[in-house]
Structure formats: structure tokens, C-alpha cells
């Protein structure tokens, strides 16, 4: 009888985006998951350690207290020091990831038992040529013309090595209001307040995220050196996010072709419209072996690369939008009621043209309360 698996593990592991992923397992007993990254940006570099739990009883289940190391073929090593329970790091001022050096991963735990992958070469990082996005519309059976939105595409410089291989990981900035413009507030006395300068109404606020997407790509089957028109993610106006102006910053990974096939497989079978659901990834093969138990299944992957970023900013999307908003009390008589249970001040708020409704939650004109900070990004262009 096959049993559900939970595992926590860094889909985007640089950008710090945590999701679940449901495995089927054909063994009734835990698996070690390896979530390992080093790049040839400054350090600390993080190697995560946990096992897989069952899915009735889902829990993050770090391994503690192993001797983890990073080596590189010139010599240089450094153990890493766990700061969190099943995070290990390395220092600031630790190793760090050069191109064309190799480095190898080698962990042992309390009970003796170690773990190791082979000698990986970090690749030359390829560049980025362009990001841009594209108005275009998804299926959807509640909308006969779809789902508008962005569509995001990249084009890759152009290399001497015909067999290049990519990982992308991106993070979104967006900037977004509150739903409606606060009108005038009936206070305890009964009062008509139009000044309403003086309530604390926050109308603006920038939010970042890990966009929860694997992007993989590869010109070995190209007849040139150079990806174009390679598609990331898509963005809908389901969301805020393209109310006002939205950023994307892109980090492109260099991968080798061992890599590639590991983030490719994964990709396959993670969506971003079912992140929670996959096909067979038990069997996605990892880099990392038990030394003395070839048949130990290890999960996990320890990624060499390089890489670099790239950002980009698009306005306000010119087509419908579909989030949902506040709810509003336009019905006198319901209005009536809700005056009869809760006490004042009331807020009224434009709903359209010159009319107005009732804000049943004042919260809701604090554009914080939907995950936002009130700070500008230093990088943010208007």
C-alpha cells in the first residue's frame, strides 16, 4: 500500500519561497531531504536538512546536530555552522563560489551515517538580453475570453557554448491601494465628517514576494546558442498586483545538464496552479548517496551555479479586473441593521461616480492589513 509523503522543501531556494510538496512513497518509513545551493555571489550559502514526514500528521522535521561540509577541488573547505534546526551556513566570509571551480557537499549525521555528491563545476554565467512582458488570456471555464494578464518572456545573450542550461528564480514587487477612497465618517454623535485627513486612512503600499513558480530552460536542442521568447510565469488580474506598477527582478542560474534534468523534473510535476500536488517525484533523482547504501533514497538536490539578475517594471494592466474586493453595505435597510448592532463612527466610502456605501471593517483602509509595508523600495522607479 502506497503512503503519502510530506516533505518541506525551497522550491526557490536564493528567494527564500517555502512550499509543500505531497510524494508518493512505496516505503513506510522517512526519507532525508538535501536542499542545498551555492552561487558565485557572496556568501552565507544555506544547506537545509529534513525528513520527509507522513501526510496525516504533516510537520517539518529538521535533522540536527550533522557535520556538514563544502569542499571545492582547489582545496578550500568550510563547515558549516547550523544556526536553525536542520539549517547549516556557511560564514560571510566563508567560502565562496568561483566559476570554473568544482565543490562537492558531504554531510554526516549523529548516527554515523554520511552522505555525499560528486565534484560539480560551476559554470560560466550566461546573460540576460531582455525581459518583457505580453497582454495575453488564459482559459478559463468562468470567462469565455479568459483570464487577462502578463505574461512574462526572456531572451538570453548569446554564448560560445551551444549546450547551455537555465534555472530562473524571480521575485515580484508590486505597488497597490486600498479598494476604495474613504468619503466622509458619521462619528458618535451623529456627525457628518467629510475632513477625514486626520483618520488614519493608509492608501498605498508596495509588497514583496517569491513568485511560487520553477522556470528551466535549455539550448542543447537549438541549432543556435540563444533562448528567445522564453516563457517564466504569468501574472492575472485575479490579484492587486497589476493595479498600479509592478517589478520583477530575475535571477538566471547557469546549471550543468545533471542539474537541469533534477529542476526540470520537478517543474514538471509542480504547478503554479496546484503547488501542492505531484505525479511520481519520488522518483526524481537526486546528487546526493548514502556511502555505504546505494538503495537509500535521498531527496533533495545540491545546486552549483551561476548566475545573474536582471529587473524589469510594467504599468497598470489596461484590461478588467477580477479580485476580490472589500465588502461594502450599499442596502439602506441593511445598513439599518448593521447600525442597530454595531456602534460608531461609521466610514462610507465612493463605491462609483458619487455614490457611497458603508465599510462594515474600517481595517480595510490600511492597505498593511493586506501583507503590504508603507516603505518605498530603494530600487523602485515611478
Known amino acids: 500500500m502506497k503512503t503519502r509523503l510530506l516533505i518541506f522543501f525551497t522550491l526557490i531556494f536564493a528567494l527564500g519561497c517555502k512550499e509543500e510538496i505531497l510524494l508518493d512513497s512505496v516505503q513506510n518509513k522517512k526519507a532525508l531531504v538535501v536542499d542545498g545551493f551555492i552561487t558565485n555571489e557572496p556568501g552565507p550559502y544555506r ?33 558549516l555552522i547550523e544556526k536553525e534546526p536542520g539549517n547549516y551556513y556557511t560564514s560571510e566570509s566563508g567560502i565562496i563560489g568561483i566559476i570554473g571551480n568544482q565543490y562537492k557537499l558531504s554531510i554526516k549525521t549523529p548516527e554515523g551515517k554520511e552522505y555525499i555528491t560528486e565534484f560539480q563545476e560551476m559554470k560560466a554565467a550566461v546573460g540576460i538580453d531582455s525581459i518583457y512582458a505580453k497582454t495575453e488570456f488564459i482559459p478559463n471555464i468562468d470567462f469565455p475570453y479568459g483570464i487577462p494578464g502578463y505574461m512574462f518572456y526572456l531572451d538570453t545573450k548569446p554564448t560560445n557554448e551551444q549546450q547551455n542550461y537555465f ?4 521575485t515580484e514587487t508590486y505597488k497597490y491601494d486600498i479598494d476604495y477612497e474613504l468619503g466622509y465618517i458619521i462619528d458618535k454623535y451623529g456627525d457628518q465628517i467629510t475632513n477625514t485627513l486626520a483618520f488614519d486612512t493608509i492608501e498605498t503600499c508596495w509588497k514583496t514576494e517569491s513568485v511560487k513558480y520553477i522556470s528551466t530552460g535549455t539550448t542543447a536542442n537549438l541549432t543556435n546558442n540563444q533562448l528567445f521568447n522564453k516563457q517564466l510565469y504569468f501574472v ?15 535571477k538566471q542560474y547557469t546549471i550543468d545538464k545533471q542539474a537541469f534534468q533534477y529542476w526540470d523534473e520537478v517543474r514538471k510535476q509542480i504547478t503554479n496552479e496546484n503547488i501542492l500536488t505531484t505525479s511520481q517525484p519520488y522518483n526524481v533523482n537526486s546528487n546526493i548517496f548514502n556511502t555505504s547504501d546505494n538503495e537509500e533514497k535521498i531527496l533533495g538536490y545540491f545546486t552549483v551555479a551561476s548566475v545573474v539578475e ?3 517594471f510594467v504599468d497598470q494592466l489596461r484590461e478588467p479586473f477580477y479580485f476580490n474586493k472589500t465588502v461594502v453595505i450599499t442596502d439602506q435597510r441593511t ?9 460608531p463612527p461609521y466610514y462610507y466610502v465612493k463605491i462609483e461616480n458619487e455614490s457611497y456605501g458603508l465599510l462594515a471593517d474600517p481595517a ?13 523600495p530603494d530600487f523602485w522607479i515611478d
Open 335 to 343: 445598513i439599518s441593521d448593521y447600525k442597530r448592532v454595531h456602534k
Open 167 to 170: 534555472l530562473w528564480g524571480m
Open 364 to 376: 480595510c483602509l490600511d492597505c498593511r492589513n493586506e501583507g503590504g509595508t508603507l516603505n518605498k
Open 47 to 79: 544547506v537545509r536538512l529534513t525528513y520527509t514526514s507522513n501526510a496525516n500528521q504533516p510537520e517539518i522535521l529538521p535533522v540536527t546536530g550533522c557535520e556538514v561540509i563544502i569542499d571545492d577541488n582547489t582545496g578550500n573547505t568550510e563547515i
Open 236 to 250: 492575472s488580474t485575479e490579484t492587486k498586483k497589476l493595479t498600479k506598477r509592478y517589478s520583477v527582478l530575475v
Open 310 to 312: 536582471k529587473r524589469i
